[in-house]
């Protein structure tokens, strides 16, 4: 059973950090792409970043220049390293592998 675990969400002042991670089970192979995405109240669930295994990356146009995505492929494992935080980050934080989501981590930027 492939399951998806995130941890490191929690509540931030703005222009702080975090550091989200997300733990794999159950995942036999290497995943061509692992992602992040994020849903904020009423708002649909948008891609932050996703890494393919040869560390390739895409950012969301809001995070360009203040997120950074990395994996480590023995571990099957993905980080996201969120600076510059701004109130507007404020969502539930989601890992996505293929078909697979975890079930998410609360981001709180607020003063």
């Known amino acids: 059973q492939v399951q998806l675990v995130e941890s490191g969400g929690g509540l931030v002042q703005p222009g702080g950090s975090l550091k989200l991670s997300c733990a794999t089970s159950?995942?036999?192979?290497?995943?061509?792409?692992m992602g992040w995405y994020r849903q904020a109240a009423g708002k649909v669930r948008d891609l932050v970043a996703r890494?393919?295994?040869?560390?390739?990356?895409e950012y969301g146009d809001s995070v360009k220049g203040r997120f950074t995505i990395s994996r480590d492929n023995a571990k099957n494992t993905v980080d996201l390293q969120m600076n510059s935080l701004k109130p507007e980050d404020t969502a539930v934080y989601y890992c996505?592998?293929?078909?697979?989501w975890g079930k998410g981590t609360p981001v709180t930027v607020s003063s």
């Open positions: 890494i393919s295994d040869g560390g390739g990356t």
């Open positions: 996505n592998i293929g078909m697979y």
């Open positions: 159950g995942i036999i192979y290497r995943p061509v792409v």
